[in-house]
């Protein structure tokens, strides 16, 4: 079994080297993973004095149709980055931190995705990932996050092999979880301390925590991943272990 303490400590001592290459590469994890916010805006419009008459819906047609089709055009794009860059970009980022943990601390491993033998691989595989996760929400909100932390080994394994197989993925992360979606869900708890102290500092201060989070992360499945090799899960083979 893996000890969080121990996995938050190897995860400081690999950030003590190279803190501000893994900054980079978590801000470009947040941004691919859709975590910006959405700004909001005030309306300055007394909305008391006015009614339905005063507004002209033939002379406002147009321009809401342009906006519909604007929203439309613009939900598409940000789906298409999402799936065509965004998990090519979740990949490499991955690996960056899967590597920084085997004390190879390398920017390069952030553009690992991109090559022609690992994309569309790498692509399939996500998507089916994102798919599956999709439907369970759709039964429930707790089948859902259960099966999230399921399918959360699935980019580290692809940092491993990318050509593994679409299927065969998403079935070891799953087998690589039993037992211990529980505690991965506690150890996410386990940051909502720094994550609350970055909110009150203007938001900004939970983008310095990103680095310590993904980092341990990285730690986890560097420990599942020796425990998958034990039990006869996987092989050295099959994940490419030999670099």
Do not use: C
């Not at 090519?88 to 491993?109: C, I, M, P």
């Not at 959360?152 to 092999?161: F, G, K, Q, R």
């Not at 980092?215 to 090799?229: C, F, G, S």
């Amino acid at each position: 079994m893996w000890d969080r303490k121990e996995l938050k400590e190897k995860a400081k001592n690999v950030l003590r080297k190279s803190y501000w290459k893994a900054f980079l590469a978590s801000i470009i994890l947040a941004f691919v993973g859709g975590g910006g916010s959405v700004p909001s805006f005030n309306s300055n419009f007394d909305l008391s004095d006015s009614s339905s008459s005063d507004i002209d819906w033939a002379a406002m047609g147009p321009f809401i149709a342009i906006f519909i089709v604007i929203l439309i055009f613009g939900m598409l794009l940000a789906f298409a980055f999402r799936i065509f860059i965004g998990f090519a970009l979740e990949v490499g980022v991955t690996r960056y931190f899967k590597r920084s943990a085997e004390q190879d601390v390398n920017l390069n491993n952030l553009g690992y995705s991109f090559k022609s033998e690992r994309y569309w691989s790498i692509l399939k595989a996500m998507l089916w990932k994102g798919f599956l996760t999709f439907l369970w929400y759709l039964l429930l909100i707790i089948p859902g996050i259960v099966k999230t932390y399921a399918y959360s080994l699935v980019p580290y394994i692809l940092a491993d092999n990318p050509n593994i197989g679409t299927s065969r993925a998403v079935e070891l992360s799953n087998r690589m979880t039993r037992g211990h979606k529980f505690r991965i869900f506690v150890l996410d708890l386990s940051f909502l301390g720094w994550i609350i102290l970055g909110v009150l500092a203007l938001f900004v201060g939970v983008l310095f925590v990103l680095p310590y989070i993904n980092a341990t992360k990285a730690e986890l499945y560097l420990k599942l991943r020796e425990q998958a090799l034990a039990q006869g899960l996987t092989t050295e083979d099959e994940l490419r272990l030999v670099y």
